[in-house]
């Protein structure tokens, strides 16, 4: 919001210097960014964060200083005298949408002179804008428009009234296809949805955002209807982005707008209309909608403002500080003061709120930095604990995070969706950054949210092996979104994965990472038959035999299909499967202070059987004494061992935690272990 110094001085005596004010600015919630010299002014340009809206208007920064220096505030009191005949029989209003404009109020002005602005108004507006060109005076009715919006922060339109077919203003939502040519000469297509505000016959403007070219006021016109409304915040961002047409207007609307100031703003520019252009003012005002709702009422208990702020306040000037804030008081005793928040302040709705004003204006810099708050330690949720472990341990495998848009081009969604069948969830809103890829044919502005990860990793990999970026290890930590039909979308949160190792070494980084979660986490897998994969060389990821996740390398077809140069192994795991099994208390064990002995043991198996099942078969024969089971490598040799067959060597470890093991005792533990495999799964030890 830029500020003119000039303008500030037409509501209260600023004895200060430009530089005092904008730092005293700055320390109570108004960055000041910079102060620049315009014409015979000063453009001071405050950073308003979204939940300050009332300070989007000159009188909004004139209550703070007013406060902040204890300064006389004065304010217009619009009174326009109407005199000309009853506007309920000239025109009419309606609104078919409530929830996109759930106000909307109109006044007539007849007799008007349109011509150019006096000096006064003009120069305010070129002032305040720090850029000449940016509020360039166009005339007087609707450089009037513009100063009372940023004056006050209600946005208004004027109409030429004999544009408007039949005398009536109907507010409803567009026409999918309909267009309309704004005042900025550009024709935009309207999307069913949008609100506009038309007449009988067509749309005469884009609701909150800008007018339309057919109803502009210009040199002609001699009757003005005076637009005053309040729309959705939501659907004026979400027009003002579809058009790619953002303005004044619509940057306030998005902010919301003070209900109370609706009728202010309009009868002030009427009275300035008067004062300016001439004409009479129809008796009256049409208005439409929900009448606005009155503010909250607040408690504020004393003895919190000492606790959260660390000092004492005296209750006189608490009440000065939130009274002068526009804050009234309800009732009040010793301990509590109960106070009606103004209209025009939606932030204050709780007694920190209010507590946090009295902080603000009080002046931070009256807290001691010494001073103890008494405050409760916050506790992390366990699904970031778990993250964080992932995101660690992921990282140190050597992976690297990937950030990719939650949008994708319906070509991507299509590729693979383990989690769901349905199709997948599509939205026409444009947004920068989506998934798009010069290798797919994307048609039209559509894009599917996401229902996996894999699918964009997949891409990301891709991209980086035409660009030579090799290698090319990716994880990522994210939200994919499932239709349900008949309600709200499923949320479910993801780890992919996409690597160029080999299935197994993938695993084991996976098996890392669930142990780094639950050192006694047992992750089991069965067998996944997909076409997305290479056969016989995908699994799923189970816990307690429910599956939580998938691990594969992609198929010969798949890879043709994604125009990739090499194989690729992906996985994907359910993050609250993992979070559930987490244990969050540190556990530990005592080291055996006996030495262990290690044992190869190299198996003649079928080619089917495989490692998952001679690792459980192995570690539920060795007992007790069977520290570590530790694949080492997989031979085949069809001449030696016959068609069909494999050689796994494998290592065992094992150690007693009380003594010292004998080879008899080392035997008797590999000598059941033997038995098991061979009996479960046909495994013959190799023995030359």
């Known amino acids: 919001m830029i500020v003119s110094w000039n303008w500030l001085k037409r509501y209260l005596p600023l004895e200060m210097s430009a530089d005092e004010l904008a730092t005293r600015f700055s320390l109570s919630g108004l960055n000041h960014e910079s102060t620049e010299v315009v014409f015979d002014d000063l453009a001071i340009d405050l950073e308003v964060t979204s939940n300050r809206p009332d300070c989007l208007g000159h009188i909004g ?19 326009p005298i109407a005199s000309g005949p009853g506007i309920q029989s000239l025109a009419s209003l309606s609104i078919e949408c409530l929830d996109l404009c759930p106000r909307y109020t109109a006044r007539l002005i007849q007799g008007v002179k349109v011509g150019p602005s006096p000096k006064w108004l003009s120069e305010l507006l070129r002032n305040r804008s720090g850029k000449p060109l940016e509020f360039k005076s166009i005339n007087n009715v609707a450089d009037i428009t513009n100063f009372v919006m940023m004056e006050c922060g209600q946005p208004l ?8 077919s039949g005398s009536e203003i ?3 939502r567009a026409i999918e296809g309909e267009s309309l040519e704004a005042i900025d000469h550009n024709r935009y297509t309207l999307k069913a949805g949008m609100c506009v505000i038309a007449d009988q016959a067509k749309p005469l403007a884009l609701a909150g955002i800008m007018g339309g070219k057919g109803s502009e006021i210009d040199t002609d016109t001699t009757s ?19 058009l790619k047409l953002g303005s004044e207007s619509s940057y306030r609307f998005e ?52 606790r959260v702020l660390g000092i004492s306040i005296d209750p006189v000037t608490v009440v000065r500080i939130l009274t002068a804030l526009g804050n009234t008081v309800v009732q009040q005793d010793q301990a509590s003061i109960q106070f009606q928040t103004p209209s025009w302040r939606r932030d204050l709705s709780r007694e920190v709120d209010l507590i946090e004003e009295v902080a603000r204006i009080h002046g931070y810099d009256q807290i001691p930095e010494d001073r103890d708050v008494p405050m409760a330690v916050s506790v992390t949720p366990a699904a970031d604990v778990a993250v964080g472990r992932i995101r660690r341990t992921l990282t140190a495998c050597g992976f690297n995070e990937a950030l990719s848009p939650s949008l994708v081009p319906p070509e991507i969604s299509e590729l693979y969706s383990p989690w769901s069948k349905l199709p997948a969830m599509i939205t026409s809103q444009p947004m920068s950054g989506v998934l798009d890829s010069k290798f797919w044919n994307t048609a039209g502005p559509v894009h599917c949210v996401r229902r996996s990860l894999i699918p964009s990793l997949l891409e990301l990999r891709r991209i980086n092996e035409y660009r030579h970026s090799e290698p090319v290890e990716l994880f990522e930590i994210a939200k994919a979104y499932l239709a349900n039909p008949g309600g709200f979308p499923h949320e479910s949160t993801l780890v992919g994965l996409c690597s160029g190792r080999d299935l197994l070494s993938v695993k ?48 010969t077809a798949t890879q043709k299909k994604l125009k990739m140069r090499n194989k690729a192994v992906v996985g994907e795991i359910q993050l609250a499967a993992l979070t559930q099994a987490m244990q969050l208390i540190p556990q530990s064990q005592r080291q055996s202070p006996y030495p262990a002995i290690e044992r190869d043991l190299n198996f003649i198996v ?17 007992g007790r004494l069977l520290e570590n089971v530790q694949y080492r490598e997989t031979f085949v040799d ?9 050689r796994v060597l494998l290592a065992v470890t094992i150690r007693s935690a009380s003594t010292t093991l004998t080879g008899r005792q080392a035997d008797e533990v590999c000598n059941a272990i033997i038995g098991s495999c061979d009996d479960k799964l046909g495994a013959k030890l190799v023995t030359a």
């Open 638 to 646: 069809a001449k030696r061992d016959g068609e069909g067959k494999k």
């Open 255 to 306: 902010r919301t707008v003070d209900p109370e100031g609706i009728d202010w703003a309009s009868r002030r520019c009427c009275e300035l209309i008067l004062e300016l252009c001439g004409g009479t003012l129809c008796e009256g005002v049409i208005e439409v909608g929900a009448a606005p709702a009155e503010p909250p009422a607040v408690t504020l208990r004393l003895s919190q403002v000492q």
């Open 606 to 622: 079928d080619s089917a059987v495989r490692w998952a099942d001679i690792q459980q078969t192995v570690q539920a024969a060795g």
């Open 157 to 164: 339109h004027a109409f030429d009234f004999s544009q408007i």
């Open 61 to 79: 920064v004139a209550r703070e200083a007013s406060v902040l220096y204890d300064l006389p505030l004065s304010l217009p009191n619009p009174k």
């Open 224 to 242: 003005v209807l005076i637009e005053a409304a309040d729309f959705s915040p939501m659907s004026i961002r979400d027009t003002s982005r579809q």
């Open 508 to 555: 084991s980084v996976v098996m890392s990472m669930a142990d780094a979660l639950n050192h006694q986490l047992a992750i089991t897998v069965n067998s996944l038959n997909d076409p997305f994969f290479a056969p016989g060389k995908a699994i799923q990821l189970c816990i307690d035999g429910e599956v939580i996740g998938l691990l594969g390398e992609i198929s």
């Open 170 to 172: 109907v507010v409803r």
